[in-house]
């Protein structure tokens, strides 16, 4: 193939992962997110005997439902891909990146699939509680798979309970217990649990705003732009929290990921952080816009803390695993922890704004407000993919961090093959997001009204009406 040739099979491999892994990671937090607040709107339902809430509970439930089947089938890919570009680390770390995966597969999968098949079929079916218990029990899977994803992920990041095999060369897992309580899967489950829940509220409530600002008279929408309004701050500060304690504990785990994200060169005491910078990054910057001391306050909680620098990390790993470079391409690292921060702030704006309105019973005649919100269901997406790209991009040149480097993980194959692929998967996967947009806009744009009349329910002894004779 004349357009790939000059490319290694290891770009290839990279280039196709990336696009494969961001573009899937686009559908999880707002399944997650979206799972969790159904869940929220049929549970006061249920409590209140309300119609309205029973609505919206429906009527962002089909929202989910096209989200989850598309994130199935891009997921899907993911899994091929190992095999197909990344054996030699999937030989390396299969004993143990296998079980969570597995696990996964066979506990979360299958859990989120049985009873999402319930709550669609069941309706009028089963009795009223019985159906609220099984769109928490999809919330539930939906966070429990993320949980063993992360495991696995984490591993790589931080490598523990495990031994290398002197005779296979692999890695094999000594301690489960300690790969499912490593400190970094549990700060990084933490965070990505909360930026989902903010996903799916800064989605609520971007739709409701939209019919809001069209003059919808449902009264549904009013409420769920409250209800996300509370939940987009609330899970806004959350994610700053748990972001705020991943960035202490990366600084201890992975220094070289923390100087990447400053393009900090030399180790400094009251390491400042720059929010803008125009020029390269390689010390000689034409115009910086830097916050004193704030780089060490985010990397040790300490306003002249020492935060380790790109040269003195790399003199140290270059002694102890071999000469070379071991920094991350900076710009990508540097930029992409910029961006996910600055969503980050423009959401906390949504939420503290939103809450004032509120509080003033403004909320409704904000068609700024409304415009904004609308327009800010991209924001937590960016955020999120940009979040990603930072915690893989920074960590190289790692894929499993200070055991296998990326180049020894990718398989002997020619460009061919992979370049192949790569086409074959961006062309799927445009396809599936013109699908994908397509059918969420046209649902969105709808709103409930669009909707067919749920089958007629008994909550005689809470049995379902079909059961009644």
Known sequence: MTLLAGISSLSLARWQFGVTTVFHFLFVP?????????????????????????????FFGKLFLVNFAIGVVTGIVQEFQFGMDWSRYSTFVGNIFGA????????????????????IFGRGRISPRLHLASIWLVSIGTMLSAAFILAANSWMQHPVGYRIDKATGQ???????????????????????????LTGATFLLGIAAWHLRKGSTVAGFGRVARIGIVVVLLSTVATMFMGD?????????????????????????????????????????VFQIRVPHAL????????????????QINAQESAKYGKGSYAPVLWISYWSFRLMIGFGFLLLALGVIGIWLMRRNKLEQSKRYLWFATWMIGAPFLANSFGWIFTEMGRQPWVVNGLMKTTAGVSPIGTGYIGTSLIGFTA??????????????????????????????????????????
């Open 30 to 58: 707002l399944t997650i997110g979206l799972a969790f607040l159904v869940a929220i709107l049929q549970t006061a339902a249920y409590k209140k005997k309300d119609a309205e809430y029973d609505r919206m509970a429906r």
């Open 100 to 119: 969570p995966l597995a696990i996964e597969a066979l506990l979360a999968f299958f859990m989120e699939s049985t009873f999402i098949g319930l709550w």
């Open 296 to 311: 060490s306050l985010m990397a040790t909680n300490s306003w002249n803390g020492k935060v380790e620098g790109i040269n």
């Open 171 to 197: 890695a094999v897992m000594t301690n489960f217990w300690a790969v499912m309580t490593n400190p970094t899967f549990i700060s990084a489950y933490l965070h990505v649990i909360t930026a989902a829940v």
């Open 428 to 469: 799927l996967y445009t396809v599936l997001a013109i699908v994908e947009i397509s059918l969420m806009f046209t649902l969105a744009r709808r709103g409930p009204g669009a909707l067919p009349d749920a089958p007629a329910t008994s909550d005689d002894a809470d049995r379902p009406a079909a059961l009644v004779y």
């Open 245 to 285: 304690n991943q960035a202490r504990l990366m600084t201890t785990q992975q220094p070289m990921k923390m100087a990447a994200a400053e393009a900090l060169y030399n180790t400094t005491d009251g390491a400042s952080f720059s929010l803008l910078t125009i020029g390269d990054l390689s010390g000689n910057p």
